[in-house]
């Protein structure tokens, strides 16, 4: 392949000094997702799919677990069911595509694409509900959504159609409701750190930024390197009000009729742009070893005289990984062994191990890591341990440095002049201070400087005592993260 050509394929800015060009050369360059001709829709290629369908196994195998089911509902949803719940309506109707006829006939009453499920499924979950020994309810269903209402999508961040879970749980009392958030979104982080190597900081969202119908909103936020904000996954406390909307009503052990209580959470394809936007480097992307297709790819390196027994023993220490790690032989003869290499850096495979004759004679391969590009010589009798062994260190080691950066670009502040020096600084980050709870100082911060509320920090609420607000002076009521948000 000619110079020119190795050079397109890669990644010709630099993060660091470009990070919106480096983002959308990464998502062309690779083999993550492909555009398709519908704005703002993807096509996930295998190595972006094999991504998902990893983190969505884990995810649900945790909500069986717990006593979470899975249904599925249609995704067309007739008017006069979306206008059932006002505010919930009010929040989605500008980005609601609408399907209006069938063939040449136009439909009596238009039918949403499914924005979100709440109101098909609320109005047969009327009809489940009797009595208190129906309760609890706890559902979840995979589907994808759509939601159109801006006018510049961004792959995988905001795109018109995305893959989530959206589970839906109905309860007795507003106790065992609550109860129900931390075991979801611990669930959530636990996925996020085991296979995704994101660190996360969970919190209460303001009434500002809460889910539309909603009495309250949590979420997992991320900061991802160009020293943006970015929402990760989220839990909804509802309380009565889709049940009063939608007749959610049981008798009680006392015989007494009233509305349940009911949550609603979700983990979107969002995380699988802020994993990239996290690890990736100026090679292009970074896979976390439990989400990589590939986790080894073995490049042989030949000539014509040895080529057959190269390949051969490439093929056979493939086969002796097999089971414990997926490894992929690249043995293709019309490109060059670095420019294989290369193209294998971009790809973001953790681990490539390279064998040549040489190699064989000593009885070893070079392992080289993709996070670090350290390359280690490894013993052919100690390989399954020592590839093992390396994988887990690559996804230690991705998660340790994520969370690194996220530590020490979260910076504390107690007045108006910090909180913007931090938002408006070279690197960004989050400013973390005071709150009085007052909307107007919210609005303030998000207009003069374009820091929103990202959320307020669980882990952090004990040293809002004392503390002033960091916008108006006055005393605070919470601590929250303020900083610029995708």
């Not at 919106?20 to 555009?35: A, C, D, L, P, R």
């Not at 002076?473 to 929250?480: L, Q």
């Amino acid at each position: 392949m000619a110079k020119e050509e190795v050079e397109k394929k890669g990644i010709t800015v630099k993060k660091a000094e470009n990070f919106s060009e480096w983002y959308t050369q990464v998502i062309e360059k690779t083999e993550f997702v492909g555009y398709t001709s519908v704005s703002g829709g993807l096509a996930f290629r295998p190595d972006g799919y094999f991504v998902w369908e990893t983190v969505q196994r884990a995810i649900d195998s945790e909500f069986k677990r717990i006593g979470i089911s899975n249904v599925y509902f249609p995704m067309l949803i007739p008017e006069h069911l979306l206008e059932k719940e006002k505010e919930h309506v009010a929040g989605f109707a500008p980005e609601v595509a609408w399907v209006t006829h069938a063939g040449k006939s136009k439909l009596e009453e238009r039918l949403a694409v499914r924005p979100t499920s709440e109101t098909i499924m609320y109005e047969s979950f009327a009809k489940w509900v009797r009595s208190w020994r129906d309760l609890p309810l706890r559902t979840n269903q995979w589907n994808s959504v759509i939601r159109w209402e801006f006018k510049h999508p961004t792959p995988l961040l905001r795109s018109r159609e995305f893959l989530w879970n959206e589970g839906h749980t109905v309860f007795a009392s507003r106790k065992e409701a609550d109860a129900e958030r931390d075991q979801i979104l611990g669930i959530y982080e636990k996925a996020l750190k085991d296979y995704m190597a994101l660190p996360g900081i969970p919190g209460m969202k303001t009434d500002s930024e809460k889910f539309a119908g909603a009495e309250a909103s949590y979420s997992i936020e991320h900061l991802v390197p160009d020293g943006w904000a970015i929402q990760g996954p989220d839990f909804h406390s509802d309380g009565q009000k889709f049940a009063k909307a939608f007749g959610i009503e049981f008798i009680n052990k006392e015989g007494k009729k009233e509305f349940a209580y009911q949550n609603t959470f979700a983990f979107t394809t969002r995380e699988l742009g802020t994993m990239i936007m996290i690890h990736g480097d100026d090679k292009g992307l970074i896979l976390p070893p439990p989400v990589a297709r590939i986790q080894a790819v073995i490049v042989p390196i030949y000539t014509d005289a040895n080529k057959e027994s190269v390949i051969k023993t490439a093929r056979e220490l493939a086969k002796k990984l097999q089971g414990s790690v997926r490894a992929y032989v690249d043995d293709n003869d019309a490109y060059s062994p670095g420019w294989k290499f290369n193209n294998w850096e971009l790809l973001g495979v953790p681990l490539r191990l390279e064998i040549g004759e040489r190699d064989i004679k000593a009885d070893k391969v070079v392992a080289v890591r993709r996070d670090t590009s350290e390359k280690r010589d490894v013993k052919m009798k100690e390989i399954e341990k020592e590839v093992a062994s390396l994988l887990g260190e690559i996804h230690e080691n991705l998660y340790r440095r994520a969370k690194k950066f996220m530590d020490e670009n979260t910076h504390e502040v107690n007045t108006y002049a910090e909180l913007k020096k931090v938002v408006e600084g070279k690197h960004g980050g989050i400013a973390q201070g005071g709150w009085c709870g007052d909307a107007e100082c919210e609005a303030k911060a998000k207009e003069e400087i374009g820091a929103k509320i990202t959320n307020m920090p669980f882990d952090a609420q004990h040293k809002a005592k004392g503390r002033k607000c960091v916008v108006c002076g006055n005393a605070a009521k919470f601590m929250a993260n303020f900083a610029r948000s995708y």
